[in-house]
C-alpha cells in the first residue's frame, strides 16, 4: 500500500476532506504523516484527532537556502514511508514554492490543489483575480507538480459558476466546496494507479 505525506499551512480543510474520504472510501493509501511549516497551523489539531502524526517544520526564520529547508521535509517523509517509489505527497494549503531538488527527487509523485480553472489565474489569491477579472465560471484544479509554479499536468478539474456581484469571499466559499470534493477524487484515482501521464496530459483509466 503506498504511503501518504500531506503538506499543509493552515486551516487544513482539504487535508481533512482527504483524510475523512480515506476512511469513508477506503481508498487504498496509507496517511502517515501531515507536515507544517507554521506551528499554529489549525490542520494539525485535526489531523492529531483523526489519528495521524503530525510534524511542524517551521519555515519563518529558517536561515538556510530552499532546497535546505526542503531536505527536512524530505527527510520527515522518508521517516514516515512517503518515499519516491511508495509514497504520494499531496500539498493541501501549503503555501511555499517547492525546490527544484524536491520536485525532480518526487517527480509525478506531489500533487497540489489551485482554487481555480489552471492555467488561468495562478499564484496567490485566484479566486480575487477570477472575480477582479470579470470570469464567469472558475473552479478546482488537481494537478501533478513539476518546477513551474501550477504549472504541472491536470488530474481533474470542476467548475464553478462566478455569480454576477460574487464577492471574493463568496466565490472562495464555493469553490472550496468543491476542492473537498476534488482532492479526494484525485488521490483516490492515483492510489488506484489510475492516472498515467503522457507528456504535459494526464489519461485517466
Ligand atoms: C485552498 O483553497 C487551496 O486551494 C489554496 O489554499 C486553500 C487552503 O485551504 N491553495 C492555493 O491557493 C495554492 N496555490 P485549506 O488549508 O483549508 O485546505
Known amino acids: 500500500m503506498l504511503n501518504l505525506g500531506i503538506l499543509i499551512s493552515g486551516r487544513g480543510s482539504n487535508m481533512e476532506a482527504i483524510l475523512k474520504s480515506i476512511k469513508r472510501k477506503k481508498i487504498p493509501i496509507k496517511p502517515t504523516i501531515v507536515i507544517s511549516n507554521k506551528a499554529d497551523a489549525k490542520g494539525l489539531k485535526i489531523a492529531q484527532k483523526m489519528g495521524v502524526k503530525t510534524e511542524v517544520i517551521e519555515s519563518k526564520g529558517f536561515k538556510g537556502s530552499r ?80 518546477s513551474g509554479v501550477d504549472t504541472g499536468p491536470i488530474i481533474l478539474q470542476k467548475v464553478v459558476k462566478v455569480n454576477d456581484g460574487d464577492t471574493e469571499e463568496a466565490l472562495a466559499k464555493r469553490i472550496l466546496a468543491k476542492e473537498h470534493q476534488a482532492y479526494p477524487e484525485a488521490v483516490k484515482l492515483f492510489a488506484e494507479k489510475r492516472v498515467k501521464i503522457s507528456g504535459r496530459k494526464t489519461v485517466i483509466s
Open 67 to 146: 532546497s535546505e529547508y526542503d531536505k527536512k521535509i524530505i527527510s520527515a517523509l522518508t521517516k514516515n514511508g512517503v518515499t519516491p517509489k511508495n509514497g504520494l505527497v499531496c500539498l493541501a494549503g501549503f503555501m511555499r514554492i517547492i525546490s527544484p531538488e524536491f520536485v525532480k527527487k518526487y517527480k509525478n509523485k506531489i500533487i497540489n490543489i489551485h482554487p481555480a480553472l489552471l492555467p488561468a489565474f495562478p499564484g496567490l489569491d485566484a479566486q480575487k483575480q477570477a472575480v477582479d477579472y470579470g470570469a464567469k465560471f472558475s473552479g478546482v484544479t488537481v494537478h501533478f507538480v513539476d
